[in-house]
């Protein structure tokens, strides 16, 4: 893994800009795992004092743990680690004046730095872990030390040491052993300076650069074959560095001087090949090129180009073959500038920072190429790094949100009831004495209902009941329906079945004590689609099935003021729902695949009806009432992605808008004579995740035999 700390110049827009990401990611398969660092931008401390800032370096090999600095007001530098949202400094006292996280190892649970030492001690390299906390180096050279890098067992850490007049070493470390080893230069007489930049996966392979003995070259550097120097391109005088080194350190790229009369070039070395020259494909336009990152078998190889006039960046990806792709930037037109800095094992994504058509600064961006069809050839996709982590953390929410609207409609199952033409607070009315109800009643109706964040629900279905004793009806209801959410142009769309039974005990619309049990699915083939509401992100689709069940028990007593039926009731309801693991099935570059979600409520709901004739065949009722929360269990929403930083993830469900909500219903039913009767009805629901309130109209044909 590596830093790549001589690019620290080059790159400082990054760390004003806190958008930008680099080095090496490991093979988009399933189950694998960020092999190198990546860079992104994260929440300060939090402060009420000046200008917080935060600054992420490096990210563990599984995505999972991010590292960097912060600083909070007046507050300096404090080195953090970021894990599934939550800041937290590595040096939580605050005794250190300044500490800063550049990389971890592939696991996460090793990451390494610098810190500033109390009372004007220097500068020291240091390793964490949660066992131990922050432990410095050994004194390097009695003075001051950097680490640039850990390996991705988290064993070995590599940088460079200074002293006073002494010129900077590079180092080994060990951290196990403890052990600190000054690996030299390339001169004879080990003088003049050098330092490490990476060190490959075992920690077995070192490179970076050091004085020669007339120049600065790239080296390689093994405990068994010591120092080796990897020379220049073409074998000139001249400078040369080696910048990253692949995961089984036989490959080593970096940057060189060359027999042209241009700075540096990018180069790939092996020991086969000796070190070679990459070449761009506008060559003779670019005045540098550099090599920054190299895919697991060196095969790919990420890097950027400098032109002459203008001074564009361009990030560009070379193949087995040397040749040259530029792969675009985060601008409608490809003409901002771009960098890459990391490159996936497998060679198909590289990473990196661009500016956008909306700013100069630079933004993070990942690039994948459509290997799907490899006989087309394809630039591939470019997106922007941060904006799609956050469209799908949004998504992820929005569906939790989703799936909570399936349990509302099942809950709307629950309370649909049919009493004949002549009876029932549901579509008419009946008599105090309850006599004169038909046996059978059958009522076809059909409804819609509309959210302003974007839910649009029509259903129509079919409501019997039977009367199997003076005071006991039996009765179900069957629908069919299609939901329509765009949820800040997120989608989750599909038909779904409704079914509904229950059995009502006593005369409801009467005077006395009557009560009610039911139960109710419904089940939704759907079609959810990721939003692209940010710039530069994609929109990724994929097939899965929901479904919710619910119970309920209700207790009522109905009574008669003047010519109004009042029907107070209380309600006791569970619902649990859920939505079937997917994956993202369409042409993606980055496709996410979610697990099983569960959402289950138990509610409670107090409300009244109301009944009132009005002429000689109409009767309006009316509903009201307030259901509350008992308790709600939603879990995060987790899956798996290619998406840097997000291999795995676990992400909390949308904040919960309303935990008692309103409700109101108004209704009127037309008697037409002969059993047969019409209803209509506009009611008004909060929800438990919408901030406005769902508006519901229905209209219905009831008949009675």
Do not use: C
Request: proline share 3%; glycine share 14%; net charge negative.
């Amino acid at each position: 893994m590596a830093r790549r700390s001589s690019l620290s110049t080059d790159l400082r827009l990054s760390s004003l800009s806190r958008y930008a990401i680099g080095a090496v990611l490991a093979a988009p398969i399933a189950g694998s795992a960020i092999a190198q660092p990546t860079f992104e931008q994260v929440d300060p401390f939090p402060s009420t004092v000046g200008s917080p800032i935060a600054e992420a370096h490096g990210i563990s090999g599984n995505g999972q743990v991010v590292v960097g600095t912060a600083s909070s007001g007046t507050v300096t530098e404090t080195a953090f680690i970021f894990v599934n949202g939550t800041l937290t400094a590595l040096d939580p006292s605050g005794s250190m004046p300044r500490s800063v996280a550049y990389d971890a190892s592939e696991d996460g649970s090793v990451v390494i730095g610098d810190m500033d030492l109390s009372g004007g001690g220097g500068t020291r390299a240091f390793v964490w872990t949660q066992a131990t906390g922050m432990v410095a180096a050994p004194p390097m050279l009695g003075g001051n030390s950097e680490a640039n890098a850990v390996s991705g067992n988290g064993r070995i850490i590599v940088g460079q040491m200074s002293s006073g007049a002494l010129p900077q070493r590079a180092f080994v470390w060990d951290r196990i052993s403890g052990s600190v080893t000054d690996i030299g230069t390339l001169r004879t007489d080990l003088a003049g300076f050098a330092r490490a930049n990476g060190v490959n996966g075992d920690g077995s392979v070192v490179v970076g650069g050091a004085a020669a003995s007339s120049a600065f070259h790239a080296f390689r550097w093994t405990q068994s074959g010591g120092m080796e120097d990897l020379g220049t391109i073409g074998g000139v005088n001249g400078f040369s560095e080696a910048l990253a080194v692949s995961k089984d350190g036989t490959t080593v790229v970096g940057r060189s001087a060359t027999p042209l009369p241009v700075d540096n070039r990018a180069f790939r070395w092996t020991r086969a090949t000796g070190m070679q020259h990459l070449v761009a494909p506008d060559e003779a336009d670019r005045r540098e090129t550099r090599a920054t990152a190299v895919s697991e078998d060196g095969s790919y190889v990420a890097g950027f180009t400098i032109g002459q006039s203008p001074k564009q960046f361009k990030a560009i990806r070379w193949d087995a073959n040397g040749d040259g792709l530029y792969i675009g930037d985060l601008t409608t037109n490809n003409d901002g500038n771009a960098r890459a800095t990391g490159i996936s094992d497998d060679g198909s994504i590289v990473v990196g920072m661009s500016t956008t058509d909306t700013s100069s600064n630079m933004r993070a961006f990942i690039w994948r190429e459509n290997r799907k069809n490899p006989t087309t050839p394809t630039t591939g996709t470019m997106l922007d790094h941060v904006n799609t982590l956050k469209q799908v953390t949004t998504g992820a929410a929005q569906q939790a949100a989703g799936v909570s609207m399936l349990a509302e409609q099942s809950q709307f199952v629950l309370g649909q009831e049919v009493t004949g033409a002549a009876g029932g607070a549901s579509d008419g009315f009946l008599s105090s004495s309850g006599k004169g109800r038909s046996p059978i009643s059958l009522r076809i109706a059909a409804g819609a209902s509309h959210s302003p964040d974007g839910k649009e629900l029509i259903i129509g279905g079919l409501s019997g009941s039977t009367r199997i004793a003076q005071s006991l009806t039996f009765g179900g209801y069957l629908g069919l329906g299609t939901d329509r959410d765009e949820l800040a142009d997120f989608g989750i769309d599909g038909n779904f079945t409704a079914l509904g039974l229950y059995l009502r005990g006593g005369q409801i619309g009467a005077e006395g004590l009557s009560w009610k049990v039911a139960a109710s699915q419904v089940a939704a083939d759907v079609t959810i689609t990721r939003a692209t509401a940010l710039a530069n992100t994609e929109r990724g689709t994929g097939d899965s099935s929901m479904r919710a069940r619910s119970a309920s028990v209700e207790l009522g007593y109905g009574f008669t003021q003047g010519n109004m039926m009042i029907t107070p009731y209380a309600r006791l309801a569970r619902t649990v729902s859920k939505r079937d693991g997917y994956v993202e099935t369409s042409n993606a570059a980055f496709p996410v695949s979610y697990d099983d979600y569960e959402i289950s409520e138990t509610t409670a709901t107090i409300g009244a009806n109301i009944g009132t004739t009005i002429g000689d065949n109409g009767f309006l009722t009316m509903s009201a009432g307030v259901e509350w929360d008992l308790s709600r269990k939603a879990g995060d929403v987790t899956g798996t992605s290619d998406i840097p930083g997000m291999t795995d993830f676990s992400i909390a469900g949308p904040e919960l808008e309303h935990e008692q909500r309103l409700f109101a219903e108004a209704r009127y039913v037309h008697q037409l004579g002969n059993g047969r009767a019409y209803d209509v009805g506009l009611g008004l629901r909060q929800t438990a995740y919408a901030e406005k309130p769902s508006v519901m109209a229905t209209i219905g044909y009831t008949m009675s035999f």
